[in-house]
């Protein structure tokens, strides 16, 4: 794992461990109040404790720190983690008490004995939880890096024994390639059918000219590029240092940065997603039902789109077409309203009724909604394609746009969405959102969807 992101990732848990054992106190507060216990021990309610927080929250991650907590692998030895968690309760616990004394306070004993067992369960509940994501074949898949090596044998020998050693990391070695014997347009070919993340060049051995090309190949597909030297000036690429395992390493990147703002998009996903599912859910049930009674076929339509980094991926939509619109749509190929690779059609005669009634108020879009809770897509992104037109790009430099993770809805989408007819101002406006992403342009954009979908605005 590339040190910068693991130590956002370590801020991160600080602040969930800090906030989970100031949590504890309250809840074992809550425990000691019920009637199953001797009310005589218990003095005052929490608010009269509450100050304590003050003591519990900061202490939490410098006692953990201290015991090497936040150097463990992430899936090491329960048992060392369930010790290292329990002397830190303890002693949060000790300074409580400690504090209370100096202060000449009296607080109910219970509390701080059953402190000890509430804020290690609270803890390991967590740990549990990012274990079984981790754990799960999904949660590997969101959470592992798949990277191309570049170079010589002999120059990346070195770091792939390191990686191999490692078996906790995050990093998969998808494939890698010697430019000495091989061209630089083969790592072309490896990107698309590995949906490589990033590419790692070790260039000691390996020609500069080479490596040039190869960064200006990455630069066009939107791959993060991790260089071992500083060599090479760069167009569009943001240059930053980093380094994996000891080894210095130069990062290239056309995309958003993994900053705390990409980890706060990520909880609005989540949550937001979540959230429109529970107060969409009735319309959803209608739409199912209307599509049902109305047409043959099912109600999902279900076809594999390109995801981040064009890795294929089964996207949702309430079905608003015949069933055998695929077949259909090589006839209706000369009728295209759209420049480039893509297909759009006014008064598509595949749309069934209740399907025209769907798409011109967006609720065909709304199953997404479970491929964003699934980290598949995101509120805000470019429209994730059918793999066969991404297939079609006759231009690298529209492959970019999977650089960032697809979304329900985009720049496009509130400029008019099918009234924008060229694929390449499409793409711009794409290519616009990644290049200023910020989590204010991802407010505004969804502010301005919901004018946009309540207007049907450019639906067809």
């Excluded at 949906?195 to 791959?223: D, K, M, W, Y």
């Amino acid at each position: 794992m590339l040190r910068r992101r693991r130590q956002l990732l370590t801020k991160v848990s600080k602040i969930l461990d800090a906030a989970l054992f100031g949590f504890a106190f309250w809840l074992t507060h809550a425990i000691r109040a019920l009637e199953i216990f001797d009310r005589s021990d218990l003095i005052g309610d929490f608010s009269s404790y509450a100050w304590l927080l003050f003591v519990i929250v900061p202490l939490t991650p410098p006692l953990l720190e201290a015991q090497g907590f936040y150097l463990r692998p992430q899936l090491g030895s329960r048992r060392q983690t369930l010790w290292t968690l329990t002397k830190t309760a303890a002693w949060i616990s000790l300074a409580a008490i400690t504090v209370l004394f100096f202060r000449k306070t009296e607080g109910a004993r219970l509390v701080f004995a059953l402190y000890i067992p509430v804020a290690v369960a609270c803890a390991v509940a967590k740990d549990e939880l990012t274990r079984a994501f981790l754990s799960h074949s999904h949660g590997r898949e969101l959470s592992r890096r798949r990277v191309v090596v570049v170079g010589g044998s002999s120059d990346t020998a070195r770091l792939l024994k390191t990686l191999c050693l490692d078996q906790f990391t995050d990093i998969e070695v998808v494939d890698q390639i010697d430019l000495n014997d091989q061209p630089v347009e083969r790592l072309a070919d490896l990107l698309h059918a590995h949906s490589a993340n990033a590419v790692i060049i070790a260039p000691r051995q390996t020609l500069f000219g080479q490596i040039e090309r190869t960064i200006q190949l990455c630069e066009l597909e939107g791959v993060e590029v991790w260089l071992l030297a500083d060599f090479f000036q760069t167009r569009i690429s943001q240059t930053t240092v980093d380094e994996i395992h000891g080894h210095p390493m130069l990062v290239f990147r056309t995309g958003p940065d993994a900053s705390w703002q990409a980890m706060v998009k990520g909880v609005m996903d989540f949550l937001g997603s979540f959230l429109i599912l529970l107060c969409v859910s009735p319309i959803m049930l209608g739409a199912a039902l209307a599509v049902r009674l109305t047409s043959k076929g099912p109600i999902f339509f279900r076809q594999q789109r390109a995801g981040l980094n064009g890795r294929p991926f089964t996207m949702l939509k309430f079905r608003s077409m015949v069933t055998n619109a695929e077949q259909l749509k090589q006839e209706l190929a000369a009728l295209n309203e759209m420049s480039g690779p893509v297909f759009k059609l006014t008064n598509d005669p595949r749309v069934t009724p209740v399907g025209r009634f769907l798409r011109k108020w967006s609720i065909d879009e709304l199953p997404q909604l479970i491929n964003v809770l699934r980290g598949e897509m995101s509120l805000v992104g470019p429209r994730p394609l059918p793999l066969d037109e991404v297939a079609r790009f006759d231009d690298l430099a529209h492959r970019r746009r999977l650089s960032v993770r697809p979304g329900l809805t985009c720049l496009w989408q509130v400029s008019g969405r099918n009234n924008v007819s060229d694929f390449k101002e499409w793409v711009r406006l794409d290519l616009e959102y990644i290049d200023n992403w910020s989590l204010w342009l991802d407010l505004k954009i969804l502010f301005k969807t919901v004018p946009a979908v309540f207007t049907g605005a450019g639906a067809k």
